[in-house]
């Protein structure tokens, strides 16, 4: 009985904090389902004669998103997610970490086909050990040593990755060179 | 006797030098994922994709194959050792796994769920040898409108009933079919959702759903939300059984594999509940007053050997729908159904008559990726263990390169990378607010070819979509997914109609 007064407790002091990203998210798949929808006007339904054209299953997910959003709007609405399990990890998201991460990769993305393979993953690997050692509360992080290190590891985790692509296996990688090696 | 005789030139091809060096690097590799956190079998086998491009179908079915089931031995060396579990299949052998290794039994606990998931994998090896032969020849005789069906079971089941919201399931589904729409519709040619962009009239690779959304969230998710999170890990035990931990195990090994070989049989999927049936089965059978008082406490052994005998018995059976109807119903299943495609393979029913010396290749590929499993995880295990030791940090780093070499090395485009961290992103909203997965790979595998048994049910209709309640196989088929949508919210209001009439 106690047990159970302590957990509604703690709902109420976490439920105005936690709504409005739930709010987002119902939202968010609400307009995904519009979208989808008015994409979907531009297919053309000729059906031969099956009765089911190619414009019947973007209809379909299309209504059906936007039906899940409403339906979530409106749990939010009332409450809440239902039946939801609580996240794993902190109640608070360290947002630089993320935004380090997020470098990592899009900067990747950006210069792989430029400055190769190699480069590129090492690149990533170092901005994204960077923010993941600050999210973890590493003050050393910063050190030239540190940086050192991570550059170091980034190069000899890509360099066997990228020769095992291309020699053992024949696939493509972009190479800074046309070597195959770099 | 033609099975035998099937099985034993699957062997010949199986145990040449090469096959077998593919078999024991995915069986390796399949371990460490499977111990490492943050990546499964699922974005392992995912990020190998591009290999089948160069490697020849038979091997690098072995090699995923060994992934697959790698993983699964690998996936309880971590939720025992370490005091949280990664996936859900691990779950329930944490929860006796961790307390055993806490009394310090980790090495017994170790020893039990891997000659559990050897002696479970054999025998579901020896169900599917058995079986998918008749179930294939069976299905040749199912129709555009059954198979629809047995798909719509499989979404049903993914996305309704396995996960805690039918809600969220059933939008995380509708997501999966939204990116299978995406390029040129198979029947008719006509593109959709492509936008303009011509790297989308090829649709969306399973690669990149997968990675981005196992892999890539994963790393996102870690550094936003779980970098200050510290694991403890339980000492290493001797790996060795004493005489009554052996007594106590055999009937649970048998019991979990009876539990979960039918569990991966039927188009359902999922090991969560084969695995806490077992579970729950091996806490009610238990005699001896000595052994149940240690269920919670100490650990009770047979608390690792069924639900670790039920997860791989399950994962094994799966292949049977896999293979003969080309229906996944997890995660991996999804992504081995997208390495068949990629080779122009459509598994089914057909595939045991054209493909005959590959399929057989492969299921003695299981048997002797067990038999190395059980040799790379008893003896070695400590060798496993030390991967435990690497930081988190460089550890969900260096996953991102090989996340790169998996979404780059398919199509080769710098396009994909960018749509890789879109999907990482909208996986890590989903991680945070409890959206399943997997119904949205399945969708996104499954759409396409549920929409075109669907085009094809209704054209066999002259249009009209009675042919469902026409066909009895349809019919019953059809009843079952209404039994399956509807049985558990009835036995849901009974229970809390039952609940108010008590109070």
Known sequence: ?182 | MDILQALLSGFAAAITPVNLLWCLVGCALGTAVGVLPGIGPAVAVAMLLPITGKVDITASMIFFSGIYYGAMYGGSTTSILLNTPGETASMVTAMEGNKMAKSGRAGAALATAAVGSFVAGTIATVIVTLFAPFVAEFAVRLGPPEYFLLMLLAFTTVSAVLGKSTLRGMAALSAGLALGCIGLDQISGQGRYTGGIPELLDGIEIVLVAVGLFAVAEVLYAALYEGRVHESQNTLSRVHMSRRDWRRSWPAWLRGTAIGTPFGCIPAGGTEIPTFLSYAAEKRLVKDPADRAEFGTAGAIEGVAGPEAANNATVTAALIPLLTLGIPTSNTTAILLGAFQNYGIQPGPQLFTTSAALVWALIASLYVGNVMLLVLNLPMVGLWVKLLRIPKPQLFAGILIFATVGAYGMRQSAFDLFLLYAIGVVGVAMRRFDFPTAPVVVGMILGPLAEAQLRNAIAIGEGSPMVFLQRPMSLVLLLIVVTVLVLPRVAGLLARRRAVAAA
């Open chain 1, 1 to 182: 009985m106690q047990k159970e007064q302590t957990h509604v407790a703690l709902d109420e002091a976490e439920a105005p904090r936690a709504l409005w990203p739930q709010a987002l998210v119902a939202a968010g798949v609400l307009l995904i389902g519009v979208a989808l929808a008015i994409g979907a006007i531009g297919i053309p339904s000729q059906a031969g004669y099956g009765g089911v054209g190619p414009n019947f299953l973007p209809w379909l997910v299309s209504i059906a998103l936007i039906v899940c959003g409403a339906w979530m709007l409106w749990e939010v609405r009332s409450g809440g997610f239902r039946e939801l399990d609580e996240a794993p990890g902190a109640a608070r998201g360290h947002w630089p970490a993320f935004v380090w991460v997020s470098a990592a990769l899009l900067v990747n993305a950006a210069l792989i086909t430029t400055i190769g393979f190699i480069a590129g993953c090492t690149l990533c690997y170092l901005l994204a050990v960077q923010g993941l050692r600050r999210a973890a509360g590493q003050p050393q992080a910063n050190r030239p040593g540190v940086w050192a290190i991570d550059i170091l590891t980034g190069a000899l985790i890509s360099a066997p990755v990228y020769w095992m692509f291309t020699q053992f296996l024949a696939i493509n990688l972009p190479g800074l060179t046309r070597s195959g090696w770099l």
